[in-house]
């Protein structure tokens, strides 16, 4: 038995691990009514580096979930109906510069009387600004929301985030005083120009046809394998541009949505990205510092309810003079109150540049992955409480 046990690989060992856990704990969650992914998240603490160190390669988790995430933004775009994205520009664009800019603020703010540069105050406003697509769009389709008002602006606005990271990355890397390369930057441009040209295409001619694709109707192994370049061709493109490779899958995602020929892919590739989404929020966890947080447990605490309060109201304003009702507003707020994943690049880029110390970044990553894992809790806390006052409403006018 032991010759047995010596002989099985550390990977399959930690996958079969990683089943069992996902197969006990999701039972538990699913008779709580809570998201799988807070069991994802609760995983990778457990089996991560600071918890019982199971995963030995941690790059190589880390590498499984980017992963995921493209293969998420790829779902994401195949979602969008791009002339009904257009249609809600208002609330997509001025609510997203409105979170930045409020984000911003509150954080020059608290770095004023803390003494904190101006570079490292505008990169923390960006951090808190992002919400989570990964969570998101997850709760959107448990709720049945993706075809309701409060869903389309909910995920018009995180569309609008998920785009504007590119941006956000450049500005981070200026403020930290690192110079891109001519070459660089005229490839970002080039791929912006493109990102642009191919939203005004899809925009005009609404849809596509790739008769060629006809032929693989009824063949289910090469439908897998066309789905994966699909998604790859995107993210490959945009990262051999200097952009995030999600952004190009999310745009990859956005052509397949247009074409005709192509609703097969959506079934072909749900297991993987089950799989692989999964896998990203395992990984969030396993960069969960536990000594470091029990250290700074109230600093972080105090930071999350922070920006769950900040993000709530600063969206749910935001969405009121869009045109929701109170309700509706409200529940927008919840679901796009947390910190997205896309913050963790933020946070690395900005500890790359020397905006943040090491503490700074531990810190982030703490809050980040706390604001993740308890925004489900956040949500239905504020789904009750709109609910109770709506059930005393109707009680009193009766």
């Known amino acids: 038995m032991m010759v047995l046990m010596a002989s099985i690989n550390d990977s399959i060992a930690n996958i079969f691990l990683v089943g069992i856990l996902a197969v006990l704990i999701g039972y538990v969650l699913k008779r709580l009514r809570q998201p799988y992914l807070i069991g994802y998240i609760l995983i990778g603490v457990c089996l991560g580096q600071h918890g019982f160190n199971v995963f030995k390669s941690e790059e190589q988790i880390q590498f499984l979930g980017e992963i995921g995430i493209i293969l998420l933004f790829f779902f994401i775009g195949m979602e969008i109906s791009l002339p009904a994205f257009v249609k809600q520009w208002r609330v997509a664009i001025l609510g997203t510069m409105m979170q930045v800019i409020v984000s911003v603020l509150v954080m020059w703010t608290i770095g004023y009387y803390a003494d904190w540069s101006l570079a490292r105050s505008v990169v923390l406003g960006f951090v808190i600004a992002l919400s989570s697509s990964a969570v998101v769009i997850k709760l ?47 490839l970002q441009i080039v791929g912006g ?181 308890f925004s489900p809790l956040w949500i239905a806390a504020i789904e009750r409480v709109v609910n109770r006052n709506k059930s005393n409403s109707a009680h009193l006018s009766k």
Not at 294 to 313: D, P, S, T, Y
Request: proline share 1%; charged share 15%; aromatic share 10%.
């Open 140 to 186: 959107l389709e448990e709720k049945n929301l993706l075809e309701n008002k409060v869903g389309k602006d909910v995920l018009s606005i995180l569309l609008t985030q998920d785009i504007a990271i590119a941006p956000i990355l450049i500005i981070t890397s200026l403020l930290g005083g690192i110079t891109q390369s001519t070459t660089q930057m005229y």
């Open 193 to 373: 120009v493109l990102i642009i040209s191919i939203f005004i295409f899809l925009y005009k001619k609404e849809t596509l046809e790739f008769k060629w694709l006809d032929s693989l109707e009824k063949d289910h192994e090469m439908q897998v394998f066309m789905a994966i370049v699909f998604c790859a061709a995107g993210a490959l493109l945009m990262g051999i541009l200097g952009l995030s490779p999600a952004l190009g899958a999310f745009v990859g995602g956005i052509v397949v949505h247009a074409a005709k020929e192509t609703d097969w892919i959506h079934d072909n590739l749900h297991p993987f990205r089950i799989i692989f989404v999964a896998v990203f929020f395992i990984s969030v966890g396993a960069q969960i510092d536990l000594m470091f947080l029990r250290e700074n447990i109230q600093i972080i605490v105090g930071l999350m309810f922070v920006v769950f309060i900040l993000n709530q109201a600063v969206n749910s304003i935001v969405l009121k003079v869009f045109g929701s009702e109170w309700k509706e507003a409200l529940i927008g707020g919840a679901l796009l109150a947390q910190i997205g994943e896309m913050s963790f690049l933020v946070c690395f880029t900005a500890y790359s540049s020397k905006i943040i110390s090491e503490f700074g970044y531990n810190a982030g990553i703490c809050l980040i992955s706390l604001t993740l894992l």
